[in-house]
Protein backbone atom coordinates (compact mmCIF):
# COMPACT_ATOMS: atom_id res chain seq x y z
CA UNK A 1 0.00 0.00 0.00
CA UNK A 2 2.82 2.28 1.09
CA UNK A 3 4.62 1.16 -2.10
CA UNK A 4 1.92 2.31 -4.23
CA UNK A 5 1.76 5.14 -2.68
CA UNK A 6 5.05 6.69 -3.32
CA UNK A 7 5.00 4.99 -6.85
CA UNK A 8 1.77 8.05 -7.39
CA UNK A 9 3.26 10.25 -5.41
CA UNK A 10 6.45 10.25 -7.14
CA UNK A 11 4.34 10.08 -10.83
CA UNK A 12 2.57 13.13 -9.63
CA UNK A 13 5.44 14.92 -9.36
CA UNK A 14 7.12 14.17 -12.50
CA UNK A 15 3.77 14.96 -14.12
CA UNK A 16 3.66 18.38 -12.52
CA UNK A 17 7.50 19.24 -13.31
CA UNK A 18 8.54 17.81 -16.89
CA UNK A 19 6.40 19.53 -18.63
CA UNK A 20 8.48 22.77 -17.74
CA UNK A 21 11.76 21.57 -19.68
CA UNK A 22 9.45 20.65 -23.03
CA UNK A 23 9.35 22.91 -25.73
CA UNK A 24 5.88 23.06 -25.97
CA UNK A 25 5.88 23.59 -22.01
CA UNK A 26 6.50 26.22 -19.98
CA UNK A 27 9.91 27.43 -20.35
CA UNK A 28 10.74 29.98 -23.66
CA UNK A 29 13.78 30.40 -25.01
CA UNK A 30 14.55 33.74 -25.64
CA UNK A 31 15.55 34.99 -29.65
CA UNK A 32 18.96 34.82 -28.63
CA UNK A 33 19.40 30.66 -28.39
CA UNK A 34 17.05 30.57 -31.66
CA UNK A 35 19.79 29.22 -34.78
CA UNK A 36 19.09 32.31 -37.14
CA UNK A 37 21.13 32.23 -40.47
CA UNK A 38 22.93 35.58 -40.77
CA UNK A 39 25.15 34.69 -43.01
CA UNK A 40 23.14 35.55 -46.19
CA UNK A 41 25.15 36.93 -48.80
CA UNK A 42 23.12 40.13 -50.00
CA UNK A 43 23.77 42.34 -52.81
CA UNK A 44 23.13 45.82 -54.20
CA UNK A 45 23.08 46.07 -58.23
CA UNK A 46 24.84 49.21 -59.23
CA UNK A 47 23.91 49.17 -62.76
CA UNK A 48 20.45 47.50 -64.81
CA UNK A 49 21.02 44.07 -65.19
CA UNK A 50 18.17 41.66 -66.51
CA UNK A 51 17.45 38.98 -64.30
CA UNK A 52 17.07 35.67 -66.83
CA UNK A 53 15.02 32.14 -66.68
CA UNK A 54 18.49 29.90 -66.84
CA UNK A 55 22.35 30.69 -66.61
CA UNK A 56 22.78 31.04 -70.53
CA UNK A 57 22.74 34.31 -72.38
CA UNK A 58 20.22 33.52 -74.62
CA UNK A 59 18.11 32.26 -71.94
CA UNK A 60 14.57 34.41 -71.64
CA UNK A 61 14.52 37.48 -70.33
CA UNK A 62 12.44 37.54 -67.20
CA UNK A 63 12.21 41.73 -66.04
CA UNK A 64 15.07 44.22 -65.58
CA UNK A 65 16.38 44.93 -62.54
CA UNK A 66 17.05 48.74 -61.01
CA UNK A 67 19.93 50.14 -59.81
CA UNK A 68 19.87 50.20 -56.02
CA UNK A 69 17.87 46.84 -55.94
CA UNK A 70 18.80 44.56 -53.76
CA UNK A 71 19.18 40.85 -54.13
CA UNK A 72 20.07 37.54 -51.79
CA UNK A 73 22.39 35.21 -53.37
CA UNK A 74 21.20 31.53 -53.37
CA UNK A 75 23.65 29.77 -55.54
CA UNK A 76 26.72 30.70 -57.87
CA UNK A 77 26.92 29.09 -61.28
CA UNK A 78 30.45 29.22 -63.43
CA UNK A 79 29.79 28.12 -67.10
CA UNK A 80 33.35 29.37 -68.01
CA UNK A 81 36.53 31.33 -67.34
CA UNK A 82 34.87 34.28 -68.42
CA UNK A 83 31.05 33.24 -67.83
CA UNK A 84 29.80 33.53 -63.81
CA UNK A 85 26.37 33.14 -63.11
CA UNK A 86 24.18 34.01 -60.08
CA UNK A 87 21.42 32.57 -58.71
CA UNK A 88 19.48 35.49 -57.06
CA UNK A 89 16.23 36.12 -55.01
CA UNK A 90 14.81 39.65 -54.95
CA UNK A 91 13.51 41.15 -51.55
CA UNK A 92 9.93 41.34 -50.84
CA UNK A 93 6.92 40.83 -48.69
CA UNK A 94 6.06 37.23 -49.20
CA UNK A 95 2.70 37.70 -47.04
CA UNK A 96 1.35 40.95 -48.79
CA UNK A 97 3.24 40.88 -52.32
CA UNK A 98 1.93 39.41 -55.38
CA UNK A 99 1.98 35.92 -55.60
CA UNK A 100 2.54 35.57 -59.22
CA UNK A 101 5.65 38.11 -59.07
CA UNK A 102 8.51 36.65 -60.39
CA UNK A 103 11.50 36.57 -57.31
CA UNK A 104 14.08 34.48 -58.24
CA UNK A 105 16.02 34.07 -61.61
CA UNK A 106 19.94 34.42 -62.79
CA UNK A 107 21.62 37.30 -63.27
CA UNK A 108 25.54 37.52 -65.45
CA UNK A 109 28.68 38.63 -63.37
Not at 4 to 31: E, R, V
Not at 75 to 80: A, E, I, N, T
Not at 87 to 108: D, H, M, Q, T, Y
Amino acid sequence: MINNLLKNFCLIIFALIAPITLPAGGIQKSLNQNKFSHNRNEIILCSNTFLYSYPEIHAKELLVLDVGTTVSILRYWKVSKSENWIRVELASNKFLGNPNKILKGWIKM
